[in-house]
């Protein structure tokens, strides 16, 4: 009775003050919240800050907005720009900067000189108060990313467009908030513009050049644990934020600074990126749009016009000229109307910047309360149309983008067999799941071979347990795989009846980089299954992570382009540039780079790509020499006997890599069969 007494008492004590409770109803609204609206077709992230409006001080008062609260909020919208930085194209961002250079600008310059003006002439604000007015809404929050990451767009070339502008607005509308309050307190001079200029250079500087070095070690040495790789991550996110703030400009611009650093490190589709979304999505993001809604108060629409004005003005001049940026941005780079209406979407999202603006500049004195509960009203509203506006047309930009990818492809199912002593199987699934189109549902396939001899027990279930190793690895990365043991007289023949049973189309196998007269030019299981199947291989010698790699160098031979399966192999070649963010190199050997050039560019992904041509295999070798650090990857395309481009003393040239190369080497064998031609089963004799 007690019990159940003390019970009803807490239940009807409000706000909840037991730790337990408070996580338990946070928990709940993130659980049910989501499922509800997603069952409306409503963005879930704008269910969640309705719900927090309603529970929150201002309203039900369930829950107070206290240390808490915030400070959850606080590191939930910190990781929100760390994932963005994380999941952004960094070659195309680099490519095409201009882009989030021009969209950036504008979509900070309008807003600002409109907003000031109406500021001062129409709503009767103070210069610095209608500076920082203008400056509310001329940044942005990507309160929309989680809708673009669904919809699988964050790489499409206008989506990154206005994540990278994210940074340029951002930081222009948090200068703008430190020359106002520097100007209330004392006159800005030369000190101040060089203090804060010497600030970012170091920061900026100093990041990009020792987190990746630090990174890269780390990754290669220390990571016998899963889980001190994320531990790692986390506190370089959290150093650079706090260093960012050092250097006088907000945590959010570290935070998304350090995501794009560690961008080319991690692996969109490993184990280490699982873990980062997860904990993002199911926690800490959460927690700021909670944090978010929290702060709305419905009653300032009953408190008086000048309020509702105040809002009216807000939403009003942040929807037109944000437009105006998109639509300019938009006819500048040719984008399509569905592009330009996502990218504006993206752009009216407004919570992290805008609330730090108006909170300190509340604190400050240069903006009241008034202004304060006008911005959380714009907050609400633009919290439900961003995310919707995003959602409709975003949808439609991933059904172009779908279209474009797979007219060309065929259902693409991969075999990664290994030995059961592999101690580089890991690097082989890394490989496999970074090749695997992101839209196929096939799962991958691992074999292990077992040759039939007395008392194969024991290695069986060696077998066993080093497949079970690997379906939990591609687990935490969310990739389904298939797994077999099977017992042969021969371990090519093994392989080779697998990719019939299972029509495979691309095999990656490994190789220990060795040779000798007995086993054939790269081992004689190999040199089996390469003679006896006709479909993409990837004879792979990893022994660094691929995720460390900084430089791709393809070497074509000369005649390859004529061979059939070319377009699968430079497509798959593609996805690793793409998916590492490696700087890529391809050298035409005795042929013209230009023709190359043309291929390259006819097949999708876009990267960023450097045409060499090399006279002979014997410069080709001397230009290798420069390349020996771990962190390089040297991707072969080699024919099979007897098919274009096949020439004798080319199958000599791996071996001859291996004897100086430290990196890693990848020989890429094209299918001898067209991919658009259907998957056709073989005999084996």
Not at 127 to 144: D, E, G, K, M
Not at 264 to 286: A, Y
Not at 344 to 363: K, N, P, R
């Amino acid at each position: 009775m007690k019990l159940l007494q003390d019970t009803s008492s807490m239940l009807s004590s409000f706000p909840i003050t037991n730790p337990a409770l408070i996580f338990a109803m946070a928990m709940l609204v993130f659980l049910v919240t989501p499922l509800i609206f997603k069952y409306y077709r409503l963005p879930g992230i704008v269910g969640i800050i309705i719900v927090g409006a309603i529970i929150g001080p201002n309203a039900l008062n369930i829950l107070d907005r206290n240390e808490t609260i915030i400070l959850l909020g606080e590191i939930g919208l910190i990781y929100l720009m760390f994932l963005a930085g994380l999941e952004i194209n960094v070659n195309k961002f680099i490519e095409k900067i201009d882009r989030s250079l021009v969209f950036g600008s504008l979509s900070f310059l309008i807003p600002q000189i409109a907003g000031t003006l109406v500021g001062i002439y129409v709503i009767g604000l103070t210069v610095p108060a209608a500076l920082l007015f203008a400056a509310i809404f001329a940044s942005h929050t990507l309160l929309a990313y989680p809708v673009i990451k669904k919809l699988g767009i964050v790489k499409n070339e206008a989506i990154t467009a206005a994540v990278g502008g994210t940074i340029i607005t951002d930081t222009l509308a948090l200068l703008v908030l430190a020359v106002v309050l520097t100007s209330t307190e004392a006159d800005i001079g030369t000190s101040f513009w060089l203090q804060l200029g010497v600030g970012l250079a170091i920061f900026f500087i100093g990041v990009w050049t020792i987190v990746p070095r630090i990174s890269r070690w780390f990754f290669s040495n220390l990571t016998d644990e899963s889980y001190f790789e994320f531990l790692y991550v986390m506190t370089i996110l959290f150093i650079c934020a706090y260093l960012a703030e050092v250097a006088g400009v907000e945590a959010i611009i570290g935070a998304f600074f350090s995501g794009l650093v560690l961008n080319r490190l991690i692996p969109k589709t490993g184990p280490l990126m699982n873990r980062i979304e997860f904990i993002g999505n199911s926690f800490f993001i959460p927690f700021f749009l909670l944090s978010v809604g929290m702060l709305v108060d419905a009653r300032i629409f009953l408190q008086g016009i000048h309020e509702l004005t105040i809002a009216f003005w807000l939403i009003t001049l942040l929807l037109i000229t944000k437009f105006i940026a998109s639509w300019i941005t938009g006819v500048v780079y040719r984008y399509d109307i569905n592009q330009i209406l996502s990218i504006f979407g993206l752009s009216t999202g407004q919570a992290a910047a805008a609330l730090a603006i108006v909170l300190i500049g509340y604190d400050a004195g240069i903006l009241d309360q008034m202004m304060i509960n006008s911005v959380v009203a714009m907050i609400l509203v633009i919290g439900i149309i961003s995310p919707t506006i995003v959602e409709k047309y975003g949808n439609k930009v991933s059904m172009g983008d779908k279209i474009v990818h797979e007219a060309s492809e065929m259902p693409q199912r991969i075999l990664v067999p290994f030995s059961s002593q592999s101690i580089y199987k890991e690097f082989l699934l890394d490989l496999a799941m970074i090749i695997k189109n992101k839209r196929s549902e096939e799962p991958l396939n691992a074999l292990c071979v077992i040759k039939i001899g007395p008392d194969p027990g024991m290695k069986i279930i060696e077998a066993e347990k080093a497949l079970e190793e690997a379906k939990k690895y591609a687990a935490s990365a969310e990739t389904m795989i298939n797994t077999q043991v099977r017992l042969n007289y021969n371990i090519a023949s093994g392989i080779i009846r697998a990719v019939q049973e299972n029509r495979i189309n691309t095999t990656i196998i490994g190789w220990d980089g060795t040779h000798s007269v007995k086993e054939g030019i790269i081992g004689s299981i190999i040199d089996q299954v390469l003679e006896k199947t006709d479909k993409l291989t990837l004879v792979s010698h990893l022994e660094n992570p691929l995720c460390n790699t900084k430089r791709i160098t393809i070497i074509m031979p000369y005649g390859i382009d004529h061979n059939p399966g070319i377009s699968q192999t430079i497509r798959t070649i593609k996805r690793i540039a793409e998916e590492t963010g490696a700087k890529t190199v391809v050298k035409a050997v005795g042929d013209q780079a230009d023709k190359y050039e043309k291929t390259f560019s006819s097949i999708k992904p876009d990267i960023p790509t450097q045409f060499e041509m090399v006279e002979s295999r014997a410069k080709l070798l001397n230009s290798l020499h420069k390349n020996e650090g771990r962190d390089e990857l040297i991707i072969y395309v080699s024919a099979r006997r007897n098919t274009p481009g096949w020439h004798p003393s080319s199958q000599k040239l791996p071996v001859k890599i291996t004897s100086f190369f430290k990196g890693n080497l990848i020989i890429a064998y094209p299918g001898t069969e067209d991919a658009t031609d259907h998957l056709k089963y073989f005999d084996i004799k």
